[in-house]
Nanobody, 126 residues
Framework: QVQLAESGGGSVQAGGSLRLSCQLS????????ISWFRHTPTRQREWVAC????????YYADSVKGRFTMSQDNAKNTVHLQMSSLTPEDAGTYYC???????????????????WGQGTQVTVAS
């Protein structure tokens, strides 16, 4: 089992920045991919970004490319999502999710992730 806990959400003005964190615990060595998803009123669940933990490769949705950056701190079993140039369209609940699958570890298909955090809220004021 793998447990995930998000933190770092909050309120920010449009154009501002936030950094989300996802702390992993449990069988973290079995994790191959960690993604961020978000639930928004307009797009419902949307895949945002992923890091393939064995080699650190990162993938981003077109909607956030160039504005969001994922990173991992292996010593702390934590991944971060640095979000910049935020717009009201970025507001929503952000979830981190992990998979132990050995193929398609950074897919956009949410059911492929067995482990989910409880989410953290991001509000962006225009």
């Amino acid at each position: 089992q793998v447990q995930l806990a998000e933190s770092g959400g909050g309120s920010v003005q449009a154009g501002g920045s936030l950094r989300l964190s996802c702390q992993l615990s449990g069988r973290t060595r079995s994790v191959n991919g960690i993604s961020w998803f978000r639930h928004t009123p307009t797009r419902q669940r949307e895949w945002v970004a992923c890091i393939f933990t064995p080699d650190g490769s990162k993938y981003y949705a077109d909607s956030v490319k160039g504005r969001f950056t994922m990173s991992q701190d292996n010593a702390k079993n934590t991944v971060h999502l640095q979000m910049s140039s935020l717009t009201p369209e970025d507001a929503g609940t952000y979830y981190c999710a992990a998979t132990t699958r050995t193929s398609g570890s950074c897919g956009e298909w949410a059911p492929g992730y067995a482990y989910w955090g409880q989410g953290t809220q991001v509000t962006v004021a225009s």
